[in-house]
């Protein structure tokens, strides 16, 4: 059940990991999300979908490293296996021929704005993908994205590879540049995903945001997720995770995110104290 | 007692000297400091007592009081005879779930209210007895799985494992069909994991329940989310002869007004399903977190909403309020709810409405804008419509809300069923004599036929759907729908 059949770092913190859940596999489409749960004592977690692989049933997820429960799974092993996954939820990315598409990607955004970029791609649209991160350590999922986009741009906050700046630099100069834009789709940190709206409000380019709240259950059983789009509140489990960013209550969303912060911190530090212990312990038994 | 004396037959009037048995229970200033069960259970002496008092009466009401038709005095007989396992079994005759009916039906409005006796005295406490039976049969290891009839190779599917769908699948395989529960979660048992607080009904008791189910040759398929995963279609190509769907409500309503958003506000779905299903009251040794701050308000007057606040005294809030917009006599909860939520020192507001939330400049509730309400003329469901007294808005200083009121339909899966008719409320129909839906061969049943409801109108529904999808399953046809008999009122 759910085993680990391949798993690598793609970078500090930050792992991949190819899980045996073919069904699920099967069912699943470009944007839509999993709850994984490590074991019996384990929390939800929702968790985006950064590959599908049809004809081996296997799952792609890209884990950082962000408090106990990402830390704990990040150190699990090949033949390991998680006690659930659970999907697909969430409604699929609407796909169709749009013309032309960017699909923007930053941080741990990137993996799930792969499948989209796929799908796009197949419908018949001239894909360009944005992927940003702070340095060029952290770029992940340059390969992939690099298939399945007709162009690919990259950027980084220090400039250390690609574009000097952020994907709303190169999203500016392509508007600015008066290329032809038919649809936008963003994933990544809340401040980026706001940021890229901010550009293409005035211009009235199509903006779509793939939300990751807090959730419980993922099946609109416990409101956790609700987000406010266009003034009224939606489940990003069952209404989303797709939304028109240029709705969004993003500020709303942050502060949402931090409402178990303290209880994450404390799990966190209590979960580093006891790895680090038991590192000490493994070390002085040989 | 001597022996002498106990096997002396007892007349109608010495029965009707006996007074009610109380059950014993932790006292209000423990119990709010832990989530063990309130009541600890009549003692064998107590019960053979209470039993004592059942008059036998030749036509009994309380067995049409019950949704499930349990064969009431007869197991009551058996418990006053000493024969404990034989009373159990004589229950389950009928209801495959008698810890948890017995822990968690409103029997005040059902069995007992319609007991001979309450004309004069108090009823037989016939729900005390159900669970007394079912936990002696269940600690004394002597759960018997009855001999199955022989396979009929038909396949069933239950979708959702609440008390409706695990009434179908033990009714359908103790009729010789395969039954394969699908549930969205990761443990099996619905709102009575989810949603019942352990302090009510502990989870152990539901997980062997569960087992029962599985030695009755019951598959249960967990994390698996129909509607999603396989749709009630897929389903069929699957080879399922017929399908059960009991999802429940599984949608929850907030109130719409302003600044419901702000972090501290949950709704009772969530706080509960952390605290009960996520076991978020032992974090950090559990994953999941739960915020309770000092001051607690819980929306609404139902069993959820005493569920929640009683849940939130347990984890530490100072004061813990009930916030009801009719009055005490309105309150859809137990009696039994109420009265335990006001030993452990909830607070009421009643007629009190909340109109905004205020918030600080992270996002944290940190007040209610409340207004008090008066009674007026009654509305549609013959309560008293509760109306706004102008000018008497107030601020109560709140860090926690959480919002019981009520639950929509979860449309996973009438949203993936063509053909599948739901009323405006995004309820399935059914035909109330079988339970079948618009579509042939699915059946629905519980909350999401209904709207928010109890477990046993949930298992009464689960029963009767269980033999319509015999007969439809091996080729019977329904029965011609019999006039409507008088049933008493249950909410």
Partial sequence: ?????????????????????????????????????????GERVPMSIGGLDKNKGLLTVVIQEVGKTSASMNRMKIGESFADVVGPLGIPSHIEKFGHCICIGGGVGIPPIFPIAQALKMAGNRVTTIIGARNKSLLIFEEELSSASDRLLITTDDGSYGTHGFVTTVLQKLITDGEKIDMVIAIGPVPMMKAVVNTTREPKVKTLVSLNPI??????????????VGGKTKFACVDGPDFDGHEVDFDEMTKRMKMYAKYEKVAYEKFLHNDCHLAKQIEEMR | MTDENKNKPINKKERMKIPRQKM?????????????????????????EEAKRCLECPKPPCIAGCPVEVNIPAFIKLVAEGDFIGAARKIKETNALPAICGRVCPQEEQCEQVCVLTKKHKSVGIGNLERFVADYEREHGKVEIPKLPPSTGKKIAVVGS????????????????????????????????YGIPEFRLPKAIVQSEVNYLMQLGV?????????????????????FDAIFIGTGAGLPNFMKIEGENFNGIY??????????????????????????????????????????????????????????????????????????????????????????????????????????????????????????????????????????????????????????????????????????????????????????ATVILAAGAGKVAARAIHKYVMGIPFDEPKKEEAKPAVR
């Fill in chain 1, 215 to 228: 959730m419980v259950d993922g099946t609109g059983m416990c409101g956790a997720c609700r987000v406010t």
């Fill in chain 2, 219 to 239: 598959e249960v398929k967990t994390s698996y989310v129909v509607g999603k995963l396989d749709t009630v279609d897929e389903l069929f190509e699957m080879g």
């Fill in chain 2, 162 to 193: 609440g008390p409706a769908g695990l009434t179908v699948a033990a009714d359908l395989a103790q009729m010789g069909h395969k039954v394969t529960i699908y549930e969205a979660l990761h443990k099996p048992g619905g709102v009575l994991i």
């Fill in chain 2, 24 to 48: 014993p229970e932790q006292l209000p200033q423990d119990r709010v400091r832990n989530f063990k069960e309130v009541p600890y259970g009549l003692t064998p002496q107590l019960a053979m």
């Fill in chain 2, 267 to 452: 709704s009772a779905n969530e706080f509960l399903t952390r605290s009960n299903l996520m076991a978020a009251y032992d974090f950090p040794n559990m994953d999941t977190p739960i915020f309770v701050g000092e001051n607690v308000a819980v929306l609404g007057g139902g069993n959820t909403a005493m569920d929640s606040v009683r849940t939130s005294l347990r984890l530490g809030a100072k004061n813990a309020y009930i916030v009801y917009r009719r009055s005490r006599t309105e309150m859809p909860a137990r009696i039994e709810e109420i009265h335990h939520a006001e030993q452990e020192g909830v607070q009421f507001m009643f007629l009190t409405n909340p109109i905004k939330y205020i918030g600080d400049e992270n996002g944290w509730v940190k007040a209610m804008e409340c207004i008090k309400m008066e009674l007026g003329e009654p509305d549609a469901s013959g309560r008293r419509r509760p109306v706004e007294i102008k000018g008497s808005n107030f601020v109560l200083p709140v860090d926690t809300v959480v919002v019981a009121v009520g639950n929509s339909s979860n449309p996973l899966i009438p949203q993936t069923t063509p053909g599948l008719k739901t009323n405006k409320w995004g309820n399935i129909e059914v035909d109330p004599n079988t339970q079948m839906s618009s579509r042939p061969g699915v059946f629905a049943g519980g909350d999401i036929v209904t709207g928010g």
């Fill in chain 1, 1 to 41: 059940m759910f085993k680990i059949i391949d798993k690598k770092e793609l970078c500090e913190n930050v792992h991949q990991f190819r899980i045996e859940a073919s069904h699920l596999v099967q069912k699943a489409k470009a944007g839509q999300f999993v709850i994984l749960r490590k074991d019996d004592k």
